[in-house]
């Protein structure tokens, strides 16, 4: 089975890849220390999820 991702984190990585197109990249531990610099998230847990999936998101669009 994949993995379940509620429509809050999809929706806040998309837009911040939309929005800082150049400032993400595929690893995992950049992206949470940037991510508590763009946005001010309350729980270590819902930081690591986007981040997470901001690395999945960004890897598809290598691979294409």
Same mark, same amino acid.
């Given at each position: 089975? %994949?993995?379940? &991702? ?11 890849? !939309? ?7 595929? +690893? ?7 991510? +508590?610099?763009?946005?001010?998230? +309350? ?5 690591? &999820? !986007?981040? %997470? ?10 691979? +294409?």
């Amino acid at each position: 089975m %994949g993995k379940v &991702r509620t429509v809050l984190i999809k929706n806040v990585s998309k837009e911040l890849i !939309i929005k800082y197109p150049n400032v993400f990249t595929t +690893d995992f531990e950049k992206n949470k220390k940037l991510l +508590d610099k763009y946005l001010e998230i +309350d729980s270590k847990h819902l930081r690591n &999820r !986007i981040s %997470g999936y901001i690395v999945n998101l960004l890897k598809i669009r290598e691979k +294409d």
